[in-house]
């Protein structure tokens, strides 16, 4: 089940934009990602599509979920991610909720940390296939309120062979507002992609 | 409650700051005393009588490692002058009686919000951690072990999920050592990734306080030192807390 789209929870700021970009997407110039709890469970879908009949063993299917969709909706991280092909960017739509409190009343640092990894690390992701997060440098200008939207704008500045060099920051949705600013190394780990290419997949997939 | 937040947000852009000032508090009049000690500080935080669960003990999905570091750190909480920090479901039961400054605080609050580093409650899922403090040495110990819930590259800990727990353990440990309130900055290296059930040792040391800042640092490593998941660097703004007023 694709959880980056509209639920419930999600507030009319997040809509609104979730709907803006939408409509930017059907151009061709922006494209929406789509995000699961679990990243084997696009490739159980595909298995399914070509073997009706088969019966999964559930034991060997991991009980490990990515992190940031581990929450009933509304309570943790609800985001959408859009990448321009042509700009070759990303943008994060986001709406921390209640489980993700510092302060009380604020976003914690935390999880602004997760969304500014997960934004990056898909941005590198899609620039450079499959990468690991050598450095992430954050400066918090103003503390986000609970239960806000935000907007994560993320970019690859540079590539020196295997790293990838990249920047994000984050505004409120007029954004007149700057939260947070962002610069991240990833590594490329070709190794693994020629090596494991079972879980390349999935990284390609998951989100 | 959302009006509430805006008005919150709105407060904030109407502060008064200097044009190109990194940080949109204003700065305290720097002879004001940062007076509360760190033994007062600290004995307001872990209060004797507590009505509240502390979520940091131990449980069955401890690991043996955890278990046994854990019981070594409690014998030198009665010998070494360590502490053991409880660890509520909010951090609004940690500052009872308090409330942030500035017009920050919130007047409303749900009764459901949760910390993000207890924000996934069964035992074993997500953060299952605990953190010793040093007064006098202005130092702490936080062993965690990250649950499946966490998980980022598949048998791994999200790096988010590091770093929402070096957030923690640092604006905790800042608290107490210099009453550190925002994170200012964070700087992560990651070197190596926690497999999901695994112990990891934090070491977190405050190097300086200067300027209404507090600069403090962090060591991830496995229990025998051999493995670094990761380094870390942060600074912290020095807001001291308010008194609720009685209504």
């Known amino acids: ?207 | 409650m959302i009006r509430r937040t805006f008005q919150v947000a709105m407060s904030l852009g109407s502060h008064r700051v200097l044009p190109g000032a990194p940080c949109v508090l204003p700065r305290l009049n720097p002879t004001s005393a940062f007076g509360s000690s760190t033994d007062s500080l600290v004995s307001r935080f872990c209060p004797e009588k507590m009505d509240m669960k502390d979520y940091a003990l131990p449980n069955a999905s401890w690991c043996p490692d955890m278990l046994n570091l854990y019981q070594e750190f409690l014998e030198k909480t009665k010998t070494d002058g360590w502490i053991k920090l409880p660890s509520f479901k909010s951090n609004r039961d940690h500052i009872q009686g308090l409330k942030l400054p500035f017009g920050l605080a919130v007047a409303s609050d749900k009764n459901d919000w949760r910390i993000c580093t207890r924000c996934i409650q069964e035992e074993g899922q997500g953060y299952e951690y605990v953190i010793f403090f040093h007064p006098s040495e202005k130092k702490s110990i936080c062993l965690f072990q990250p649950g499946p819930y966490l998980e980022g590259a598949p048998g791994f800990a999200h790096g988010g999920s590091l770093a929402a727990m070096m957030d923690e353990v640092f604006s905790k440990t800042a608290y107490l050592a210099g009453e550190g309130l925002f994170t200012l900055s964070l700087n992560i290296r990651f070197k190596n990734l926690i497999p999901v059930g695994s112990l990891a040792v934090l070491n977190v040391d405050v190097e300086k306080i200067e300027d209404q800042k507090l600069y403090i640092s962090c060591i991830a490593q496995s229990r025998d030192q051999q493995r670094v998941y990761a380094k870390c660097s942060g600074v912290f703004l020095q807001l001291q807390l308010e008194e609720e007023s009685s209504q």
Request: aromatic share 12%; proline share 4%; charged share 20%.
């Open chain 1, 1 to 207: 089940m694709d959880l980056s789209l509209p639920n419930p929870s999600w507030s009319k700021d997040m809509r609104l934009l979730f709907d803006q970009f939408m409509k930017k997407s059907e151009d061709g110039s922006w494209k929406h990602l789509p995000s699961y709890k679990n990243k084997f469970s696009r490739r159980i879908e595909d298995i399914k599509v070509f073997f009706p009949d088969a019966k999964l063993i559930k034991e060997k299917i991991s009980q490990a979920q990515l992190f940031p969709r581990n929450f009933e909706e509304g309570l943790g991280f609800e985001y959408a991610m859009f990448h321009n092909h042509a700009e070759d960017r990303t943008v994060c739509i986001f709406q921390g909720g209640p489980y993700l409190q510092g302060a009380p009343g604020f976003l914690h640092g935390g999880a602004i940390a997760t969304m500014i990894d997960s934004t990056l690390g898909m941005t590198a992701l899609i620039a450079g296939g499959i990468v690991m997060t050598a450095n992430l440098n954050i400066n918090f200008k103003r503390p986000i309120p609970l239960c806000s939207v935000v907007v994560i704008n993320s970019q690859v500045d540079k590539v020196e062979g295997r790293k990838l060099f990249l920047s994000c920051n984050i505004r409120s949705v007029d954004e007149q507002t700057l939260y947070s600013e962002a610069t991240s190394k990833n590594l490329c780990l070709f190794w693994v992609w020629f090596s494991l290419s079972y879980i390349s997949l999935g990284f390609v997939f998951g989100v």
